[in-house]
């Protein structure tokens, strides 16, 4: 290789070009081209190092770079690099003799060196960005109440302006005064952060403890090494000279022989170096003999209980869908932290959540089949669960209902094993139905009226929280409740319809149809769930079922499928009952009247969040009164339920439609059933190895009749395409009907059922003002029945 001339204005070496070059006839070619360059060995103490020559590695002459040094005002000046460097080798030495107790890496001394640049250079970033999202939210509301400043970054980002009712009676006790919790909050109030907020912030504050009492002990430590290293020096000097030969010979100069070549090394350098030879001398030293050996185990044993990451919060909830929903909120207000939050659920494969258990995270919420299964197997993890510090159950009376999660009670038995830990242990309970009793059952009083002495009673509200705090042993709980009479949201509009059951599809499909929007249909059995989303899917409403015999990996797509509907329809148990935040749900649809009048609380509470507008619809059928009478009285409403308006005109097309999807149901049904009888018999034959006549294979059903049955369902098909394909509702179109007396004129506007409901109500204000009980008694909720035959509804 050979140098090219260069001119002033070009520094370093230019590559040259393939003129000149003399292929050699051995090789048989050229069979590579590199950039040429120069290079140059350059021999060190201990290693041999390659330099390119073209780089700007080489040293620059001591005069030089002090005129440099003296140039440039960002850098430091050449005394503090020096100081620098002196506190770098000093630190070199010492860890000499604090590797033989310590026996911790040298990656986790770095850190500890460096750790408190590391939290200032945090501190001051959170500041700033506090000081940014300042104009957007009320961050004095939020500080007042304890919240850290890291907490508000990650809420500024969701737009959580300032805290909600229950949020604010309930931060303050929790971060500030550690008390335990009982809440009770209508739905969409915020409850989910009311205890996710106090939790994120207790492990906040444990994690900072721990990591003081860690940098606490390396401080004593290097102050015992101090006092060590000054007793041996008063015993003699000849230790100390061998190691600084062991020093100079690992290429690690001493404070005393330090010249002046390595006063621009930095300091990450010297970090590496220090590693390296900390590294080599472990293996050297522990190469040879048996007590080594014996050190490395203890070594091991103290790594391993040094990185053994510890659970400190458990979250527990009724369904899946909830336990994934609060993940994500919590995941959202952690976002400028380290912790790490994890997702237990049934459904899913327990495999991949023993991997994620075995990651090690700060906070586990789960359903408690599948939280049972796996402590049950003995996982790591979730055997420091009696040591946790943050208990969490949300819907706590449907949780800790008799004959409901009996694996709930194992867990909390487990739990509450310690007593001392019960006692550092905050506790966390929450329900939107927490302080709501209603009668007893008629089974119930039935048994009661036998025995006389009977000790069932109606549990007061007091009684019912006395009994959740006995069940949970929980200690100085403090007690919120900002429900309202009703127990439902006060933007929300409740109204119902009065039909027989067959009339029932009539009335969903018109709704549907009528007011578009995102629906929620609650049914209280998973064959009515299958039925409407089969009879639905005919007319081509695209229903998403949701009920508990779903895939779960089925269940969350279809969730997601609705949420990004703005139409989109739902029909589920109550599955979906209980603390899903679905956005922008308008109306929810009670298909059959919920049993117990917390249901009914939890259905209706998936709309009208947040402060949003929305509408509940109760569908009554005659042999429901009973259910009806007693949810009306459990919330203590002495009028009745307002009706929706329907217009009767419209029912006339609507029957039509249904009527033809549900033979097309039917039709379909029988075939499915035909055909599955043939499959068994086909297979059948073929395992036997049989053959048979043409008149033994049509015994399940004739040919003529099966071809007749397809033409019939293909013609009734064709036909409900037809009516689809008209507009239900002709533009201009004005109907009129008529319900208590009063005529009304609608016209066929865009207004939605909440807009419909309330002009209905301000036009007949008296029909609040009837009694709830004096109008089922008189005539059942329900007018004369036999027009309903001929699709009238009164």
Same mark, same amino acid.
């Given at each position: 290789?050979?140098?090219?001339?260069?001119?002033?204005?070009?520094?370093?070496?230019?590559?040259?070009?393939?003129?000149?070059?003399?292929?050699?006839?051995?090789?048989?070619?050229?069979?590579?081209?590199?950039?040429?360059?120069?290079?140059?060995?350059?021999?060190?103490?201990?290693?041999?190092?390659?330099?390119?020559?073209?780089?700007?590695?080489?040293?620059?002459?001591?005069?030089?770079?002090?005129?440099?040094?003296?140039?440039?005002?960002?850098?430091?000046?050449?005394?503090?690099?020096?100081?620098?460097?002196?506190?770098?080798?000093?630190?070199?030495?010492?860890?000499?003799?604090?590797?033989?107790?310590?026996?911790?890496?040298?990656?986790?001394?770095?850190?500890?060196?460096?750790?408190?640049?590391?939290?200032?250079?945090?501190?001051?970033?959170?500041?700033?960005?506090?000081?940014?999202?300042?104009?957007?939210?009320?961050?004095?509301?939020?500080?007042?109440?304890?919240?850290?400043?890291?907490?508000?970054?990650?809420?500024?980002?969701?737009?959580?302006?300032?805290?909600?009712? *229950?949020?604010?009676? #309930?931060?303050?006790? /929790? +971060?500030?005064?550690?008390?335990? !919790?009982?809440? %009770? $909050?209508?739905?969409?109030?915020?409850?989910?952060?009311?205890?996710?907020?106090?939790?994120?912030?207790?492990?906040?504050?444990?994690?900072?403890?721990?990591?003081?009492?860690?940098?606490?002990?390396?401080?004593?430590?290097?102050?015992?090494?101090?006092?060590?290293?000054?007793?041996?020096?008063?015993?003699?000097?000849?230790?100390?000279?061998?190691?600084?030969?062991?020093?100079?010979?690992?290429?690690?100069?001493?404070?005393?022989?330090?010249?002046?070549?390595?006063?621009?090394?930095?300091?990450?350098?010297?970090?590496?170096?220090?590693?390296?030879?900390?590294?080599?001398?472990?293996?050297?030293?522990?190469?040879?003999?048996?007590?080594?050996?014996?050190?490395?185990?203890?070594?091991?044993?103290?790594?391993?209980?040094?990185?053994?990451?510890?659970?400190?919060?458990? *979250?527990?909830?009724? #369904?899946?869908?909830? /336990? +994934?929903?609060?993940?994500?909120? !919590?995941?959202? %207000? $952690?976002?400028?932290?380290?912790?790490?939050?994890?997702?237990?659920?049934?459904?899913?494969?327990?495999?991949?959540?023993?991997?994620?258990?075995?990651?090690?995270?700060?906070?586990?919420?789960?359903?408690?089949?599948?939280?049972?299964?796996?402590?049950?197997?003995?996982?790591?993890?979730?055997?420091?669960?009696?040591?946790?510090?943050?208990?969490?159950?949300?819907?706590?009376?449907?949780?800790?209902?008799?004959?409901?999660?009996?694996?709930?009670?194992?867990?909390?038995?487990?739990?509450?094993?310690?007593?001392?830990?019960?006692?550092?242990?905050?506790?966390?309970?929450?329900?939107?139905?927490?302080?709501?009793?209603?009668?007893?059952?008629?089974?119930?009083?039935?048994?009661?009226?036998?025995?006389?002495?009977?000790?069932?009673?109606?549990?007061?509200?007091?009684?019912?929280?006395?009994?959740?705090?006995?069940?949970?042993?929980?200690?100085?709980?403090? !007690?919120?409740?900002?429900?309202?009479?009703?127990?439902?949201?006060?933007?929300?509009?409740?109204?119902?319809?009065?039909?027989?059951?067959?009339?029932?599809?009539?009335?969903?499909?018109?709704?549907?149809?009528?007011?578009?929007?995102?629906?929620?249909?609650?049914?209280?059995?998973?064959?009515?769930?299958?039925?409407?989303?089969?009879?639905?899917?005919?007319?081509?409403?695209?229903?998403?079922?949701?009920?508990?015999?779903?895939?779960?990996?089925?269940?969350?797509?279809?969730?997601?499928?609705?949420?990004?509907?703005?139409?989109?329809?739902?029909?589920?148990?109550?599955?979906?009952?209980?603390?899903?935040?679905?956005?922008?749900?308008?109306?929810?649809?009670?298909?059959?009247?919920?049993?117990?009048?917390?249901?009914?609380?939890?259905?209706?509470?998936?709309?009208?969040?947040?402060?949003?507008?929305?509408?509940?619809?109760?569908?009554?059928?005659?042999?429901?009164?009973?259910?009806?009478?007693?949810?009306?009285?459990?919330?203590?409403?002495?009028?009745?339920?307002?009706?929706?308006?329907?217009?009767?005109?419209?029912?006339?097309?609507?029957?039509?439609?249904?009527?033809?999807?549900?033979?097309?149901?039917?039709?379909?049904?029988?075939?499915?059933?035909?055909?599955?009888?043939?499959?068994?018999?086909?297979?059948?034959?073929?395992?036997?190895?049989?053959?048979?006549?043409?008149?033994?294979?049509?015994?399940?059903?004739?040919?003529?009749?099966?071809?007749?049955?397809?033409?019939?369902?293909?013609?009734?098909?064709?036909?409900?395409?037809?009516?689809?394909?008209?507009?239900?509702?002709?533009?201009?179109?004005?109907?009129?009907?008529?319900?208590?007396?009063?005529?009304?004129?609608?016209?066929?506007?865009?207004?939605?059922?909440?807009?419909?409901?309330?002009?209905?109500?301000?036009?007949?204000?008296?029909?609040?003002?009837?009694?709830?009980?004096?109008?089922?008694?008189?005539?059942?909720?329900?007018?004369?029945?036999?027009?309903?035959?001929?699709?009238?509804?009164?």
């Amino acid at each position: 290789m050979s140098k090219v001339k260069k001119n002033n204005d070009t520094a370093g070496w230019v590559p040259l070009t393939l003129e000149g070059t003399i292929v050699s006839e051995d090789i048989g070619g050229l069979i590579g081209i590199e950039e040429l360059t120069d290079y140059k060995l350059v021999k060190t103490k201990n290693k041999t190092q390659i330099i390119s020559e073209n780089t700007t590695s080489k040293k620059t002459p001591k005069k030089k770079r002090a005129v440099e040094l003296e140039r440039n005002d960002d850098s430091e000046s050449r005394a503090v690099k020096k100081k620098k460097h002196n506190t770098v080798t000093k630190d070199i030495n010492k860890l000499k003799k604090k590797k033989k107790q310590r026996g911790i890496p040298t990656y986790h001394l770095k850190e500890k060196s460096s750790i408190d640049t590391v939290n200032e250079e945090q501190s001051a970033h959170e500041v700033e960005d506090i000081n940014e999202i300042e104009s957007n939210i009320n961050v004095h509301a939020w500080t007042s109440l304890g919240v850290p400043d890291v907490i508000i970054k990650a809420l500024a980002v969701q737009n959580f302006i300032a805290p909600t009712a *229950i949020q604010s009676l #309930t931060l303050p006790p /929790a +971060i500030l005064g550690r008390r335990d !919790i009982l809440g %009770a $909050a209508e739905t969409g109030s915020g409850k989910t952060l009311a205890f996710g907020i106090p939790i994120l912030n207790g492990i906040l504050e444990l994690k900072k403890k721990k990591l003081e009492s860690m940098k606490d002990d390396d401080d004593k430590e290097e102050k015992e090494s101090t006092i060590n290293d000054e007793e041996s020096e008063e015993e003699g000097s000849l230790k100390w000279e061998s190691d600084k030969e062991e020093d100079s010979y690992s290429g690690v100069k001493h404070e005393a022989d330090e010249d002046d070549d390595n006063d621009d090394m930095s300091v990450e350098s010297n970090f590496e170096e220090r590693e390296e030879f900390i590294e080599d001398e472990m293996i050297n030293e522990s190469s040879v003999g048996c007590v080594r050996a014996i050190d490395n185990i203890k070594i091991a044993a103290d790594l391993q209980t040094r990185l053994k990451k510890p659970l400190y919060a458990l *979250i527990l909830t009724p #369904t899946r869908e909830l /336990a +994934i929903q609060i993940k994500n909120h !919590i995941v959202k %207000a $952690a976002k400028y932290t380290d912790i790490k939050v994890a997702v237990i659920v049934g459904g899913m494969a327990a495999v991949k959540q023993e991997r994620i258990l075995s990651k090690g995270p700060e906070i586990v919420i789960a359903t408690p089949g599948r939280l049972w299964e796996l402590m049950d197997e003995g996982n790591p993890h979730l055997s420091q669960i009696n040591s946790i510090k943050y208990l969490a159950i949300d819907e706590t009376d449907r949780m800790l209902e008799r004959g409901h999660f009996q694996e709930l009670h194992k867990i909390l038995e487990r739990i509450y094993t310690d007593e001392n830990k019960r006692k550092e242990r905050q506790t966390f309970v929450f329900s939107a139905t927490l302080t709501m009793v209603h009668d007893i059952p008629q089974y119930l009083q039935r048994k009661k009226s036998r025995n006389v002495k009977s000790k069932i009673s109606k549990l007061t509200q007091s009684q019912k929280l006395a009994k959740v705090i006995e069940m949970l042993k929980i200690s100085n709980p403090k !007690i919120v409740d900002v429900t309202k009479e009703k127990g439902t949201a006060g933007s929300l509009t409740e109204c119902r319809i009065a039909c027989t059951i067959d009339h029932k599809d009539y009335y969903l499909y018109y709704f549907l149809k009528r007011h578009a929007g995102r629906t929620l249909v609650f049914c209280n059995s998973i064959g009515c769930v299958r039925r409407l989303a089969t009879l639905l899917g005919i007319l081509d409403c695209d229903p998403l079922p949701l009920h508990a015999s779903m895939q779960q990996r089925q269940r969350l797509k279809n969730l997601e499928r609705f949420q990004a509907d703005e139409n989109g329809l739902l029909i589920a148990t109550d599955v979906a009952a209980r603390g899903l935040d679905i956005p922008n749900v308008e109306h929810v649809i009670h298909y059959q009247v919920p049993r117990t009048s917390e249901s009914y609380v939890h259905r209706s509470g998936r709309t009208a969040r947040a402060q949003k507008e929305g509408i509940t619809v109760l569908m009554m059928e005659p042999s429901e009164l009973q259910y009806y009478t007693r949810l009306c009285k459990t919330l203590g409403r002495t009028e009745d339920l307002p009706t929706f308006p329907v217009v009767d005109r419209l029912l006339i097309a609507v029957k039509e439609r249904v009527n033809v999807a549900r033979e097309i149901d039917k039709l379909e049904l029988i075939c499915r059933r035909d055909n599955a009888q043939k499959g068994w018999l086909q297979r059948a034959v073929e395992e036997m190895d049989l053959v048979l006549d043409d008149d033994q294979l049509e015994t399940t059903m004739e040919t003529k009749e099966s071809a007749d049955l397809k033409r019939q369902l293909k013609a009734k098909k064709n036909h409900l395409k037809s009516l689809v394909a008209k507009p239900l509702f002709p533009k201009g179109f004005s109907g009129k009907y008529l319900d208590t007396n009063l005529e009304i004129h609608l016209n066929n506007d865009s207004r939605k059922a909440v807009e419909v409901m309330r002009d209905a109500l301000e036009s007949q204000p008296e029909q609040r003002k009837k009694s709830v009980v004096k109008g089922i008694k008189k005539n059942n909720g329900f007018k004369n029945k036999k027009k309903f035959k001929k699709g009238k509804r009164q």
